[in-house]
């Protein structure tokens, strides 16, 4: 039976698909270039504890862009004024701006939405 030595680390594609890169310094993402490692930078709408959804946004776009082949990034929307009526028209336009600036996924998991207003999605 063959192994991977250490050898091999730089050589081997590796991915981490749930990071949450919201700095623009740029240390760990070259880091990760170097690994041959991939990122997923996954935006969250935790007002809380994480910059703004628009501020995750613009860290990733930037990052990505930058690193192209070490960086992606998942887009997310808000709750906030779910039962507005405006709510779906703002989130889809939302969510194509996301894609238009290079979101590859939709980071939707926390969220518990009726079917009724998912739909469009």
Do not use: C
């Not at 880091?31 to 703004?52: G, H, M």
């Not at 860290?59 to 082949?69: D, G, H, I, N, R």
């Not at 039962?83 to 979101?103: C, M, P, V, Y």
């Amino acid at each position: 039976m063959e192994y991977y030595t250490v050898d091999d680390f730089a050589s081997l594609k590796k991915y981490d698909v749930h990071v949450h890169l919201n700095t623009n310094e740029t240390s760990l993402v070259e880091q990760s270039e170097d690994d041959n490692l991939k990122l997923i930078t996954i935006n969250v709408d935790v007002a809380s504890e994480f910059p703004t959804i628009d501020e995750q946004e613009d860290v990733a776009v930037k990052l990505s862009e930058k690193f192209p082949q070490t960086v992606n990034y998942a887009s997310t929307f808000s709750v906030n004024n779910f039962n507005d009526d405006i709510w779906i028209e703002e989130t889809i336009e939302r969510l194509k701006n996301s894609f238009s600036r290079g979101a590859t996924i939709l980071n939707s998991m926390r969220y518990s939405i009726s079917s009724q207003k998912i739909k469009f999605l």
